[in-house]
């Protein structure tokens, strides 16, 4: 089945710094999603891409749909302690008329102040 | 406006008993789908809802069963726990129509069952 790959896997990195992971796939996604999750939440939308070599942002966020489709970049400048979390690339999939979402195994983020 | 809820936010089950956790939409929402994620993966698809029937299934045994009642709530039963189907379980629902609005593809916190 389709899968996601994330990296890195974790990231240590000190406050103010930028940040930089991305996430690739063996087949093509028409629709590109990051999403963040927090301890004890579910995960939330941070940026939608919808087109091959879009650059979206949200904030100090930045996303880019890859040109093959096959991969998604998440860039987050001058990060700041509430950036702590997990990361998340995601696609749909539509099948028998139902979509349902494609994860990756995300990137862990921790920050030092 | 109420988000996604689910319960219960904790559970903790032995091997072999049979599990029932509940979700309901946000308002508005028609659709229901169901994650599990594991420790330190992401989330995999379950299954989906839609008019009390389920219309998607994910790449999970015949003991995961759901149920969406009248006014979109919606039951995901685990039978014969195993102690692989710890994990956190996450519910979403969405506006059946609109399947191009990822933003308002909305997550529930999530329980987080154990079993021992």
């Known amino acids: 089945g389709q899968q996601l790959n994330q990296s890195p896997q974790s990231m240590f990195i000190q406050e103010g710094e930028d940040v930089s992971m991305n996430c690739t796939s063996s087949s093509i996604f028409n629709t590109w999603l990051w999403y963040k999750q927090e301890p004890g939440e579910g995960p939330v939308l941070l940026i939608a891409l919808y087109k091959a070599g879009e650059l979206t942002s949200n904030g100090r966020l930045t996303a880019q749909f890859g040109i093959t489709r096959k991969d998604s970049f998440l860039n987050i400048s001058a990060s700041i302690p509430s950036d702590v979390g997990i990361y998340f690339c995601?696609?749909?999939?539509?099948?028998?008329?139902?979509?349902?979402?494609?994860f990756g195994q995300g990137t862990r983020l921790t920050i030092n102040p | 406006d109420a988000g996604v809820t689910q319960s219960p936010t904790h559970l903790i089950k032995t091997r072999g008993q049979q599990v029932t956790l509940r979700c309901s939409p946000k308002s508005g929402h028609d659709t229901v789908s169901w994650y599990q994620q594991a420790l330190g993966q992401g989330p995999q698809f379950i299954f989906q809802?839609?008019?009390?029937?389920?219309?998607q299934r994910g790449n999970f045994p015949d003991r995961f069963s759901g149920h969406q009642f009248p006014n979109y709530s919606s039951e995901l039963n685990v039978n014969a726990l195993l102690l692989g189907d710890s994990a956190l379980y996450l519910c979403?629902?969405?506006?059946?129509?609109?399947?191009?609005?990822?933003?308002?593809?909305?997550f529930g916190s999530g329980t987080r069952l154990t079993v021992v």
């Open positions: 809802y839609y008019e009390e029937e389920e219309r």
């Open positions: 979403a629902s969405s506006l059946s129509y609109n399947t191009g609005d990822y933003y308002g593809y909305t």
């Open positions: 995601a696609g749909p999939h539509q099948q028998q008329g139902a979509q349902k979402l494609v």
